[in-house]
């Protein structure tokens, strides 16, 4: 890479980049980066950089996985090049400098002095030296008014099997934050500086796996957006008594499902409980099993689907036609719809959905439908042109109508 030609990039994300050499010459490289973002930045050059170019750098925000990297090593980067950062998230290991809550707190007040959020991890290894008194005395100082007054509280985890000698370090997640993840236990609030278990200013809460809710006490009175993303298996009887210990469900606008043993009767109990949601988005979901002529007789279904104020859906599992109806008749007043359907489910999904016979969906201002296989071209033309729809080809068996 030229040191002396520029890019305009302002967002980049790498995935492995090797050597601090390297990195510098990137960032001098794009003078006008904002944020940026490295999986993985590996330190095998240990050569001490003596000379660093002068660079005005605007970068806001940074995301870092430090390996083989030292706190003598990157210093010199913050001093130079951080001087505008407002966000930076950290993941380190091994060096214990990295745990020195002092010297962090002088390389914040001197260089990075805009910085408002500190996202950090750091893993370490105990030894016959460093057990876990010791690091527990380290860990210790990032409880003073400096940390506290900024809203960045931490925790400290040993792992409880037997023969494990290591620990992680870490971050929770500032009351400043309008997302949340929910990961693991991390997300139990057990610092004593900590008075309060509500983030009253998230907004979104993105779920990650059981061991998240069963662990988490922390509550998020004002979100209005719900994430869930878990390959376990979840209780549907109990799922919305599990939700609302994290999130006050009443408040719930938008919900986004990706889970691979989520069942359409969860869905439905989920919504049962979230009587303003008006956006629903569903990246997998357990639809072989469903039986359509018991759900639609079902009470539960029935109040929901003339209640719930859902405008706007998303299924991206593969539907058959008799699975469409189904959320159709779930959400009525569905406005904006997007689905995906087999080749032989195709014409006729757009014809009874856009049917002006079909009272089930009188409300539907546009439809994006993905199909596998392939159809006739011209026939799917000529059936939008029969229609009278406006229509955009999004790529290979993938159409967006509206009207």
């Avoid at 979230?274 to 629903?280: A, F, G, R, V, Y």
């Avoid at 299924?315 to 007043?333: A, D, G, H, I, W």
Wanted: hydrophobic fraction near 40%; include cysteine; proline fraction near 2%.
């Amino acid at each position: 890479m030229a040191t002396h030609e520029t890019s305009p990039i302002e967002y980049l994300f790498i995935a492995q980049l090797a050597g601090l050499k390297q990195f510098i010459n990137l960032l001098s490289y794009v003078p006008h980066l904002r944020r940026l973002s490295i999986d993985h930045l590996h330190g095998y050059d240990h050569k001490k950089i003596q000379v660093f170019p002068k660079v005005f750098n605007k970068s806001t925000h940074v995301s870092l996985r430090l390996e083989y990297i030292t706190l003598d090593e990157f210093e010199p980067i913050i001093r130079h090049f951080f001087h505008h950062l407002q966000v930076l998230r950290i993941s380190t290991g091994d060096d214990l400098a990295y745990l020195n809550a002092n010297r962090w707190q002088q390389i914040i007040l001197s260089h990075m002095i805009h910085l408002h959020i500190f996202d950090f991890q750091h893993s370490y290894n105990f030894t016959v030296y460093h057990n876990q008194t010791f690091f527990s005395s380290l860990i210790k100082q990032f409880t003073s008014s400096f940390w506290i007054e900024r809203e960045w509280y931490f925790a400290n985890q040993y792992p409880s099997g037997d023969g494990l000698n290591c620990g992680i370090f870490y971050s929770i997640q500032s009351c400043r934050r309008t997302d949340y993840i929910l990961s693991s236990q991390h997300d139990q609030i057990d610092d004593k500086n900590h008075t309060t278990n509500d983030f009253p200013l998230v907004r979104h809460v993105h779920i990650q796996n059981q061991s998240a809710i069963d662990n988490c006490s922390i509550y998020f009175s004002n979100a209005d957006e719900l994430t869930i993303s878990d390959d376990e298996y979840i209780p549907c009887d109990s799922i919305t008594t599990i939700l609302n210990r994290i999130v006050l469900l009443e408040k719930l606008q938008k919900i986004i499902i990706n889970c691979k043993h989520f069942s359409f009767d969860t869905v439905v109990k989920i919504l049962c409980s979230t009587p303003n949601c008006s956006k629903l988005i569903l990246h997998s979901l357990l639809l072989n099993e469903i039986d359509g002529v018991s759900l639609k007789d079902n009470s539960l279904f029935q109040v929901i689907s003339n209640k719930n104020k859902m405008k706007d859906l998303t299924v991206k599992s593969m539907c058959t036609f008799e699975e469409v109806k189904l959320f159709v008749k779930l959400c009525p007043r569905v406005q904006h719809l997007s689905i995906k359907v087999s080749q032989d489910d195709f014409i006729s999904t757009i014809k009874c959905l856009l049917s002006k016979h079909n009272n089930d969906i009188r409300d539907l201002l546009t439809l994006r439908i993905q199909t596998t296989g392939n159809i006739w071209f011209a026939r799917i033309l000529m059936l939008f042109k029969s229609l009278r729809l406006s229509s955009k080809i999004m790529g290979d068996h993938d159409y967006f109508l509206w009207w």
